[in-house]
C-alpha cells in the first residue's frame, strides 16, 4: 500500500505553524486547500489533551462557519487524531500566507472566549463532556502569540 502524502512529512522537522497540506480539485473543477494548522512540534513536546483540542474544534468550527468573509468558504476543521493540531480545508487554491490573518483572528477569539462552548450539549454533540475551556483558552494563547502573530518561513512551510 503506498503511503499518503501526510504521512511522508519529516515530523522530526516539523515545527508549530500553518502548512498546505494539499490542494484537491473537485468534479465540477474546484479547488480545495487542507491546511494543517500545527500547533505542537510532533514527537518534541507534550500533545494537546482531548479535552481542550475539543473545545478548541467546537469553538473554531463555530467562529470560521459564521465568519462574515471566509463563511461560504470554509469546508471542514477538525483535530488531527494524534493531538498536535487540526486540519482546515478552505475552497480555492490558497497558500499559508493567505490564510494566516484568519487564524490569527481565529485564535484570538479562542483564546479570549467566555461563556457556555457552542453545541456541547447533550443533543449537539457525541461526548460533551469532553471539554476544557480554561486549557482550550490557554493552548490557542499559547500558538497565537508563540506562532501565529510572529510566523516565519519556517513556520508557514514544510521541512525538506
Given at each position: 500500500?503506498?503511503?499518503?502524502?501526510?504521512?511522508?512529512?519529516?515530523?522530526?522537522?516539523?515545527?508549530?505553524?500553518?502548512?498546505?497540506?494539499?490542494?484537491?480539485?473537485?468534479?465540477?473543477?474546484?479547488?480545495?486547500?487542507?491546511?494543517?494548522?500545527?500547533?505542537?512540534?510532533?514527537?518534541?513536546?507534550?500533545?494537546?489533551?482531548?479535552?481542550?483540542?475539543?473545545?478548541?474544534?467546537?469553538?473554531?468550527?463555530?467562529?470560521?462557519?459564521?465568519?462574515?468573509?471566509?463563511?461560504?468558504?470554509?469546508?471542514?476543521?477538525?483535530?488531527?487524531?494524534?493531538?498536535?493540531g487540526?486540519?482546515?480545508?478552505?475552497?480555492?487554491?490558497l497558500?499559508?500566507?493567505?490564510?494566516?490573518?484568519?487564524?490569527?483572528?481565529?485564535?484570538?477569539?479562542?483564546?479570549?472566549?467566555?461563556?457556555?462552548?457552542?453545541?456541547?450539549?447533550?443533543?449537539?454533540?457525541?461526548?460533551?463532556l469532553?471539554?476544557?475551556l480554561?486549557?482550550?483558552?490557554?493552548?490557542?494563547?499559547?500558538?497565537?502569540?508563540?506562532?501565529?502573530?510572529?510566523?516565519?518561513?519556517?513556520?508557514l512551510?514544510?521541512?525538506?
Amino acid at each position: 500500500m503506498e503511503k499518503i502524502p501526510s504521512f511522508t512529512i519529516n515530523h522530526l522537522a516539523l515545527k508549530r505553524g500553518v502548512y498546505v497540506s494539499r490542494y484537491d480539485v473537485t468534479a465540477s473543477g474546484d479547488w480545495l486547500t487542507t491546511f494543517d494548522v500545527r500547533m505542537k512540534e510532533p514527537n518534541n513536546e507534550p500533545a494537546i489533551s482531548q479535552s481542550a483540542l475539543h473545545t478548541i474544534e467546537h469553538l473554531a468550527a463555530t467562529f470560521l462557519r459564521n465568519h462574515p468573509t471566509w463563511k461560504n468558504e470554509i469546508v471542514y476543521w477538525g483535530p488531527m487524531g494524534c493531538c498536535t493540531g487540526n486540519y482546515l480545508i478552505v475552497k480555492g487554491k490558497l497558500t499559508s500566507k493567505d490564510i494566516l490573518p484568519l487564524l490569527i483572528e481565529t485564535f484570538d477569539f479562542i483564546s479570549k472566549y467566555e461563556g457556555e462552548i457552542p453545541g456541547a450539549t447533550p443533543r449537539d454533540c457525541g461526548n460533551y463532556l469532553l471539554n476544557n475551556l480554561p486549557m482550550g483558552k490557554w493552548e490557542s494563547k499559547k500558538y497565537l502569540e508563540e506562532v501565529l502573530l510572529c510566523a516565519k518561513e519556517e513556520n508557514l512551510n514544510y521541512p525538506d
